[in-house]
């Protein structure tokens, strides 16, 4: 039972073992291709893609590495393929911008209205919204509810002093 | 007549006015609306009539009818059928009858609503905190829909669990929070005459997660199967797939029968990898660490194979509502051919050595002994009910995914120890491999994913079931609206099995605790996965040292 098989253990990370094709790394953005729609961070099971807009003309898509789970649902869902998952594994780091991805697209504004999706409530990114998918202080990185189109200070403030509640309905 | 029928009219004749509205959306379940004050009488019913009891589930409607509602869940295995029994009591009121002095598995559920939603049960022989820490501030119950899912309280002061009293004349051994033989944080208080166990009081429920809280606030349905893989980490696959049929369900999402053949696979392949994981964790416990050694190592096949399959080693996140990610492709399934052939030939190596190795048998031979009438009683799962000669699987008695079309046997063994429970986990690798060459020969083709557009008609219930590698999962989702459950409810096997234990240990050696613990193959944090806000481990800790320091204290005195 022993003897046959012999040694088994490899040598890592002495000699690299690279994983499958197959294998679901950290994803990747390709700017060009990203049109800033929200789907992966609409899908994002461990909500570590952010969205926000930093004004009417500029979206910021942040990823943040360190509460990824791999699963790699934000390539699946991508219309675009802008997200390719890549086979690396080796992500200890002790900085936490090392696995961060940061994706700032220019934002074409409705040349109708300004910014159609102000005017319903229906569409998906304001459903986005209201379920908590964006982030207003990438710092933080805590997840707050609430957004504004253009840049509010108020709001900025208000959510970078954001903690937790500590009593009912706080 | 069909089963849920027959068992409704039957509820029906004998109860009358007690049972309010009887619901069948499938064959296989059976959902009895009934008033509160006969839960008594209609659940030893269905004991009486051969239900197997599987779990409570608790839940807030307070925003809609001012109630909280209580649901507890039955299996009949030879009908296909489960029955849930549903009923409501007022918000200010919650008073229900106790089931548990007749249906002791219930007592578990019963405690947890204690806790979480505030419910009070009558009759309970053990009332006391089960889930939240022990500093948890009184009259906060984290599960009710008021309470955000991120609250974090003022801890309370001067608490600590009050353990069981010991037997007169015993002394009592602490295990854990954190012990060798445990691989996760739970404690137990072994009370021991000499070297004889005379008792045993289990404090755990100290990886609480939130899980259930989370899904239930934040996210949608369908990011779900993701976390619920997150439950457990060996059988990650059965608890998403469990929680994807209990929605599909909910929804009449018919998935395609290739995605069925998928996950199939996937549970074979995943029941491969966790059996022989316990072989060599049960032969690391016991000190024969040869086969720890061996074990992994085919194991690791398995491994290597799945990361090629799905991109991940673990959590293969394969499975949500709809169907599966990724498709098998010719290269995947001629690889796990190959795979499955070495792993069977080894297997037979290591079975021999097993079977052939005497102090293997001095060690697990009589040992964690209780009778099929008390394992039947105590409604365990998996291979420790089929080590103990009760006939139950679920991919037999409750078909999913694809195993209504696969022939394999379902071991039991009657000897009633640890040694079955190795046998039947030997068997069951085997059988694995079976189903898989089968599933393989048997896929029809066809697309993996099937559209799940997300609106789902609000407050549905629907129940799942799902052999895992330990033991039986069940899942019960509420549908609830803004695109995400009401209410979702996870038991793992670890639950009722882990209520059990206590038995198994009464009179046995101490030197057996390890082995006769890890004969079930506890997973606590399968078990602790409920909706407490935050991870309180480290404060849980704590008090556990207290308690060791006072027992120690009590020790000192008692020798002076």
């Excluded at chain 1, 690396?88 to 109708?112: P, S």
């Excluded at chain 2, 070297?195 to 289990?202: A, F, L, M, Q, S």
Aim: charged content about 25%.
């Amino acid at each position: 039972m022993v003897l046959k098989p012999g040694v088994v253990t490899l040598k890592y990370p002495f000699e690299p073992h690279p994983a499958p094709e197959t294998f679901r790394g950290a994803p990747h953005w390709d700017h060009h291709k990203c049109v800033g729609c929200g789907a992966c961070s609409n899908h994002c099971s461990s909500r570590c893609i952010l969205v926000r807009d930093m004004c009417q003309e500029l979206r910021v898509m942040l990823y943040d590495g360190s509460r990824c789970t791999y699963c790699g649902r934000c390539a699946d869902v991508c219309p675009e393929k802008a997200i390719t998952i890549s086979t690396g594994f080796e992500y200890a780091t002790g900085d936490k911008n090392d696995i961060t991805e940061r994706v700032e697209l220019f934002m074409l504004t409705c040349q109708r209205c300004g910014r159609c999706y102000d005017m319903e409530h229906t569409n998906a990114i304001d459903r986005l919204d209201l379920r908590g998918y964006r982030y207003d202080n990438l710092e933080a990185r805590a997840l707050i509810r609430k957004t504004s189109d253009q840049f509010d200070q108020k709001l900025f403030d208000e959510t970078d002093k954001f903690a937790r509640p500590t009593k009912i309905g706080e | 007549m069909k089963a849920a029928e027959n068992i409704s009219k039957k509820l029906k004749d004998r109860f009358g006015a007690s049972v309010v509205k009887t619901e069948s959306p499938y064959d296989s379940r059976l959902f009895v609306e009934i008033k509160k004050e006969a839960v008594k009488e209609i659940s030893n019913e269905l004991i009486a009539l051969g239900a197997r009891y599987l779990v409570g589930v608790g839940y807030d409607s307070i925003k809609r009818d001012g109630n909280l509602g209580m649901v507890h869940t039955f299996s009949f295995d030879r009908d296909d059928l489960f029955v849930c029994i549903k009923m409501a009591a007022p918000a200010d009121s919650p008073v229900f009858d106790s089931i548990t002095p007749d249906i002791p598995n219930a007592g578990w559920s019963e405690r947890e609503y204690m806790d979480l939603l505030g419910m009070k049960f009558t009759g309970h022989p053990k009332p006391k905190r089960l889930i939240l820490a022990d500093d948890w501030p009184e009259g906060i119950y984290p599960l009710r829909k008021e309470v955000p899912h991120n609250l974090m309280p003022p801890a309370a002061e001067d608490v600590a669990y009050q353990l069981d009293e010991a037997p007169e004349g015993t002394t009592t051994v602490p295990i854990g929070p954190f012990h060798t033989c445990l691989h996760e944080p739970a404690h137990f208080a072994v009370y021991v005459d000499g070297e004889t166990i005379k008792g045993c009081d289990y404090r755990g429920f100290m990886t609480h997660r939130g899980i259930e809280k989370l899904c239930t606030t934040e996210v949608s349905y369908n990011e779900v199967p993701f976390i619920a893989e997150r439950i457990c980490g060996i059988c990650g696959s059965v608890h998403a797939t469990s929680y994807s049929q209990a929605v599909e369900l909910a929804a009449g999402l018919k998935i395609s029968r290739r995605a069925e053949f998928i996950r199939t696979i996937m549970l074979e392949i995943e029941r491969l990898h966790s059996h022989l994981l316990w072989l060599g964790v049960a032969g690391h416990l016991i000190g024969f660490d040869t086969v720890f050694m061996q074990a992994w190592r085919i194991r690791e096949r398995i491994m290597w194979l799945a990361e090629r399959i799905t991109g991940n080693r673990k959590t293969y996140g394969m499975i949500v509502i709809g169907g599966v990610r990724r498709d098998l492709t010719p290269e995947n399934i001629q690889e796990l051919l190959d795979v499955l052939k070495k792993v069977e030939e080894e297997m037979l190596v290591v079975q021999k050595a097993i079977i052939g190795d005497t102090a293997i048998h001095k060690r697990t031979r009589g040992v964690g002994c209780i009778t099929k009438e008390e394992a039947v009683k105590w409604s365990l799962v998996g291979p420790v009910a089929r080590a103990r000669g009760v006939d139950i699987d679920t991919r037999r008695d409750h078909p999913y995914a694809a195993y209504d079309e696969m022939k394999f046997d379902v071991p039991v063994f009657d000897s009633c120890d640890v040694w079955a429970t190795v046998l039947v986990r030997i068997v069951e690798t085997f059988e694995a491999i079976k189903i898989i060459r089968q599933a393989v020969d048997k896929m029809p083709a066809g697309p993996v994913m099937t559209e799940f557009d997300e609106a789902v008609k609000p407050l549905v219930h629907s129940i799942s079931a799902v052999e895992a590698p330990r033991g039986e999962v069940v899942h019960y989702v509420i549908t609830g609206e803004d695109n995400r459950a009401d209410r979702w409810r996870v038991r793992a096997p670890t639950y009722p099995n882990l209520q059990g234990v206590p038995m198994m240990l009464l009179n046995d050696q101490f030197a057996d605790f390890p082995i006769i613990l890890g004969s079930i193959d506890p997973c606590f944090s399968c078990t602790d996965r409920v909706e407490v806000v935050d991870v309180r481990s480290g404060r849980v800790s704590v008090v556990g040292r207290n308690e060791l320091e006072e027992l120690s204290r009590k020790k000192n005195t008692g020798v002076n």
